[in-house]
């Protein structure tokens, strides 16, 4: 409701009284636009305007979904993630949320903003990894429960003292991640990182979510070791929550690909703008300005390199 009452004020600014809605018309124009309008992003899946597209905005949401949604411009664009029997609209799924999210937000979130519960094959599955914490046996990589007193796997137990710092980690990274929302840091990443090593699963979402910020603010510093060495431990989560096929797997491929090339590791560099390749030409198509513009020179510039190199 402050939202509402906010753009009623703004709308009041810019427009005369006789050109507004009454207030029971302009709130009904407002909840269709909450409920049905897309976020339009750039090339790198940043958020640069909202629109409504009444086509598109008859697919409903999924955890684990079916399609994905890109954009040319503000042209809306639709791509399957998964071969399909039959285009039957009512089978289609997209995510109306962030997915790198355990089930608990993504349910939070949908409630907060759409009005429904979700109980999506995704959402009835157990996720014990997203919140997890790391075996206290540094040679055991299973995930373990705060509550229990043991490992499920090696039965080391879990001391009073490493679920308290586990729990002063959480709080720790929560804080700093809720501050670099719209800026990430690196120095503070690294931070938060030496924190939780030894004490958060390597799955563990807000272990995810830093290791994604210190990637992202590597790159705008253009420290590009840094950013090299974040993209490809950042890789498994992403393969993980986001799935092998998502545009943001594919960008992260482009990404580290591109600094490797810039790193002067034109090999790795083509395996990884190869996988790329394979990613996005699903997510976008072939057509799309990202392939045509930007990966299809850079997976030249690594062949050409490779093979002088």
């Known amino acids: 409701m402050e939202h509402f009452t906010m753009l009623y004020g703004v709308l009041s600014q810019f427009l005369d009284e006789t050109f507004i809605p009454n207030m029971a018309e302009l709130m009904g124009i407002y909840g269709r636009i909450c409920t049905n309008s897309f976020n339009i992003l750039d090339v790198n899946m940043n958020t640069i305007g909202v629109g409504i597209y009444l086509g598109a905005s008859v697919m409903d949401h999924s955890c684990k979904p079916n399609v994905i949604v890109v ?14 029997p039959s285009l039957d609209w009512s089978q289609i799924r997209i995510s109306y949320v962030d997915l790198l999210n355990s089930n608990k937000n993504r349910r939070e979130e949908l409630h907060s903003s759409y009005y429904f519960e979700c109980d999506c094959e995704r959402c009835k599955k157990e996720e014990p990894m997203a919140e997890a914490a790391a075996c206290p046996n540094l040679s055991c990589d299973s995930p373990c429960s705060i509550e229990g007193d043991e490992c499920e796997k090696c039965s080391t137990k879990i001391s009073a003292e490493f679920k308290e710092t586990f729990r002063e980690v959480i709080d720790f990274t929560a804080h700093h991640l809720e501050k670099m929302k719209t800026m990430a840091y690196l120095d503070v990443s690294k931070i938060c990182l030496k924190k939780q090593k030894g004490v958060m699963h390597k799955f563990n979402i807000q272990h995810v979510r830093t290791l994604e910020m210190a990637h992202i603010a590597a790159v705008n510093l253009k420290c590009w070791e840094d950013a ?10 992403y393969l993980l929550y986001y799935g092998e096929i998502h545009p943001l797997t594919g960008l992260l491929y482009l990404t580290v690909g591109k600094i490797q090339l810039h790193l002067e590791k034109p090999k790795e560099a083509l395996q990884a703008l190869t996988k790329a390749n394979t990613v996005l030409s699903i997510t976008h198509g072939d057509k799309h300005s990202i392939m045509e513009e930007e990966l299809r020179p850079l997976l030249y510039q690594a062949d050409m390199e490779s093979n002088s190199a």
Do not use: A, N
């Open 228 to 237: 090299e060495f974040y993209g490809k431990k950042l890789m498994p989560g």
């Open 71 to 84: 954009f040319e411009g503000t042209t809306i664009i639709v791509r399957t993630l998964t071969d399909l």
